[in-house]
């Protein structure tokens, strides 16, 4: 799967808001049947859902769509109306562990098959953090899937379960709990071996602010990022390029390991350098090259 730098969630009962994701530069869409729709909407935002998958071409932009949680007989009425439509994947809400991902697996194997789609097509991303149980379980996601392709984490639903009247400090960064989530889904991304996404900023207006997000969630190593608004998408993509500096020493490390000739270890600006410094400015020049 490409990379995937900015993930826009667009409510899928919302003709204006659809029509307008079209015109994004965000890598995927996410067309959203779970928060932003009320109930008495589902079935409405169902169909509108998959006529626009059926509509519109997949080209740079890919369309996923989240579901409702498997623990509510929603997710799979979800499903059976969407897949029609052909989405590139399904982004699992409220995922407990890796049970949860093979029990999609499953869902999506059959669906497939009732549409005449390829076995596996369909990719899948969880929300891995927004129970509390869930926490104890990250590493299970290793293997579980071969549809399995990134792993995000949230912080809202989290905060909720757990009975928190805020999830931030008073200097606006997220508390220990959450801060302690996104390292867990970060670590348990990297174990299985797929994309590590972080949540979205919930301010979308602050632009500044967004832009420090999306540079401390790359350096994290994180690979992508949520969005919540057409405006957020440009300064994500932004943000998930290395700055001239950056590249710059990259170089620089790149260079005196190739003038050392097979060294292990090499000397620059007084400090020593070894191979895992060489593996990580070798994925920052690569990073710098894709689109």
């Not at 290793?142 to 949230?154: C, K, N, Q």
């Not at 097979?262 to 990073?287: I, N, S, W, Y």
């Amino acid at each position: 799967m490409k990379t995937l730098r900015s993930m826009l969630f667009v409510p899928g009962d919302s003709e204006k808001k659809l029509a307008k994701a079209f015109s994004t530069q965000a890598d995927a869409l996410i067309l959203d049947l779970e928060d932003s729709v009320s109930p008495e909407r589902l079935p409405l935002a169902r169909q509108m859902v998959c006529a626009y998958l059926s509509d519109h071409p997949r080209g740079q932009q890919a369309v996923w769509v989240r579901i409702n949680p498997l623990l509510t007989e929603l997710a799979l009425h979800d499903l059976a109306a969407v897949m029609p439509g052909r989405p590139d994947g399904i982004l699992l809400p409220k995922s407990l562990n890796a049970q949860d991902v093979v029990k999609l697996d499953h869902f999506l194997s059959a669906l497939e098959t009732r549409e005449g789609i390829a076995l596996g097509t369909t990719l899948i991303i969880p929300i891995a953090t927004e129970v509390p149980g869930a926490l104890f379980e990250l590493n299970s996601y290793a293997g579980a899937s071969h549809r399995l392709a990134g792993m995000t984490w949230g912080a809202e639903d989290l905060a909720t379960a757990v009975g928190a009247s805020s999830n931030k400090t008073d200097n606006g960064e997220f508390d220990f709990t959450y801060q302690l989530a996104r390292s867990m889904c970060l670590l348990a991304a990297s174990h299985a071996q797929v994309q590590a996404i972080d949540t979205l900023s919930v301010d979308f207006r602050d632009e500044a602010a967004l832009r420090k997000d999306v540079l401390r969630a790359r350096q994290a190593g994180f690979t992508g990022k949520l969005a919540i608004h057409p405006d957020q998408v440009l300064p994500i993509h932004a943000g998930f390029q290395p700055t001239p500096a950056e590249l710059t020493h990259a170089q620089r490390i790149v260079d005196a390991f190739a003038q050392a000739q097979g060294a292990g270890a090499v000397q620059l600006d007084g400090r020593m350098v070894d191979k895992p410094h060489l593996t990580q400015a070798l994925r920052l020049l690569q990073l710098a090259t894709k689109d």
